[in-house]
């Protein structure tokens, strides 16, 4: 019964063994980019450029300040969602408690736990494993 417990706090304490990667929304990403130090004192040489008759080129330079901040927050999605797509799907495997092999989930597996790896498996190749095989 203790056993159990233990057990039981364990699973509570490490939780399932999933990588999630959230992925923030456009709007945050793209607030992030434009308030970060450098580009907030690249907007600040603008509306000086502005207030100093020197509109055009500082128009030019907003819309360009404007599309790179576009730009890398689209990269960077784009890259969550790639890194989101490697993680492993959940699969069977056997693991020795309590002086016996028994078949879990790999999204199961805590630590200290003793797993057979069975020889000869590969995992399903992502896109970006096919890419970098290329």
Partial sequence: MIESLVKKDEQEFYDNN??????????????????DP??????????????????????????????????ISVQRIKTLVGYRSMTLAPHQTHVFKEGQWIVKSS????????????????????VFDMMSDA
Wanted: net charge neutral; glycine share 6%.
């Fill in 38 to 71: 450098f580009a907030f004192f690249q907007l600040f040489s603008v509306f000086l450029w502005m207030m100093d008759d020197n509109r055009v080129f500082s128009l030019i330079i907003l819309v360009m300040l404007v599309g790179s901040a576009y730009a």
């Fill in 18 to 35: 999933i990588l999630m990667i959230p992925i923030r929304p456009f709007g945050s990403i793209f607030r992030d980019q434009v308030i």
């Fill in 107 to 126: 999204y199961e597996l805590l630590p200290g736990d003793i797993v057979a790896i069975q020889p000869g498996y590969q995992h399903k190749k992502s």
